[in-house]
């Protein structure tokens, strides 16, 4: 295990399916009265799902931008000494986004939604991890489908890959003292 010193307890309060509106809503019970010193926070592929399969729930960059903002000054709010971790959401062509179009749309608002998390990541002092342009990255080397099973969803590999440089983001920004 990376880090052993650290004695980190991880906590994974994600849930299938959902856009940062429906985090929002359980975000008292499931982060703020869990007392975390560190919060590290993926969102933002379902919020472009949902839209594109629904039109009445396409989320703008203004909408998902306030009710993330909701969430970190919630955290802030408990615990001022808070360490966050901002990862981007991304996307690659693989599976049903192997048609060109479809990836063109997801992509399309993909890159909107990483926007905004660097915009707030420099706003509340976080590390942020450019999750979508690691993906690019590694995407130039090796295929798309050895990263994602179907252009959101990593592979073990991809997993990897974001827990890697999570620990190289998270340890140059805090580093252990002994």
């Known amino acids: ?16 399916g959902n856009a940062v509106w429906q985090l929002r809503e359980r975000w008292q019970k499931d982060a703020v009265e869990m007392q975390p010193d560190l919060l590290s926070i993926l ?15 396409i989320v703008t960059p203004a909408a998902f931008e306030s009710d993330y903002r ?9 615990n001022p000494n808070l360490r966050l971790v901002l ?18 749309v997801r992509r399309a608002a993909t890159d909107r939604l990483c926007e905004v998390v660097a915009k707030l990541g420099k706003d509340y002092q976080a590390v942020h991890i450019q999750t979508q342009d690691i993906f690019d990255a590694a995407a130039a080397e090796v295929p798309p489908e050895h990263w994602l ?12 890959l974001i827990a890697r440089h999570w620990l190289q983001e998270v340890a140059a920004r805090w580093p252990q003292r002994r």
């Open 1 to 16: 295990m990376e880090l052993p010193e650290a004695q980190l307890d991880i906590y994974n309060r994600g849930k299938s």
């Open 43 to 57: 969102i933002g592929t379902n919020d472009v799902g949902q839209g594109l399969r629904n039109p009445a729930r």
């Open 70 to 78: 909701f969430i970190l000054d919630a955290s802030l709010k408990a």
């Open 87 to 104: 990862l981007d959401p991304f996307v690659l062509p693989t599976g049903p986004l192997q048609n060109v179009q479809a990836y063109q």
């Open 149 to 160: 099973w179907d252009g959101i969803h990593p592979l073990p590999q991809g997993h990897e």
